[in-house]
């Protein structure tokens, strides 16, 4: 996410871009306002109970909603939205599963630059004057978080060492980590693995009562 910093001041001669939306590609008619709760944080504050502290639990980045209000009073105005809706339209075959980039100095502003359609108003004509309005509300689109991966290196789920300075507890330990495989590995036959296992038994038992553990 980058927030941008060369937006067009709006009493400049190229300030009419703060009316212009561009969405999914097209350049929408009419005159266009940004409004919503702008962005933040999710924060999880816990209350002490009897005092004046609290613990803040920081949950990430709130994606931001915001809504797209349009304003259109012309023929070729009411032409053009409506070719252009299907484009959004949530009941559209397939959807628009993919986020839209939007161009609107009121969203670039904060840093948003893709968007999921989520609803759109009912258009609202005022018969006195012409004029119809019409709001789209959209979600920010933000990436998905990266998977934590688990450690898969040399000694991953293998038991700890035990306390004290008995080595052959640490012995018995090792060997009951190893996996058939590992054992294979060593050229044991299966008999020979079994007895490995019969002997680590014993002496772990051995190395119990000497602890007395047992």
Do not use: C
Request: hydrophobic share 35%; net charge neutral; no cysteine.
């Amino acid at each position: 996410m980058t927030v941008a910093t060369g937006l067009t001041w709006w009493h400049d001669a190229d300030g009419f871009t703060w009316d212009r939306l561009h969405l999914a590609g097209e350049t929408w008619p009419g005159l266009w306002v940004v409004t919503g709760q702008g962005v933040s944080r999710k924060l999880d504050v816990k209350r002490v109970k009897g005092s004046d502290q609290a613990t803040i639990a920081d949950e990430g980045y709130n994606p931001s909603k915001m809504t797209l209000n349009g304003t259109i009073w012309t023929r070729e105005q009411w032409r053009d939205l409506q070719k252009l809706l299907p484009l959004i339209h949530p009941k559209r075959k397939g959807g628009s599963r993919t986020p839209l980039q939007i161009i609107h100095p009121q969203a670039n502003f904060l840093g948003v630059d893709n968007v999921y359609v989520e609803s759109i108003g009912n258009p609202d004509l005022d018969r006195s004057t012409g004029i119809m309005t019409i709001s789209i509300g959209v979600l920010e689109w933000v990436p998905v978080p990266k998977p934590v991966k688990k450690s898969t290196g040399k000694g991953a789920g293998k038991s700890a060492k035990p306390k004290g300075n008995d080595k052959n507890a640490w012995n018995n330990v090792r060997l009951a980590d190893e996996s058939p495989d590992e054992a294979a590995a060593k050229g044991l036959t299966d008999e020979e693995n079994s007895a490995v296992n019969n002997a680590i038994g014993n002496s772990a038992f051995d190395n119990a009562q000497g602890y007395g553990e047992i």
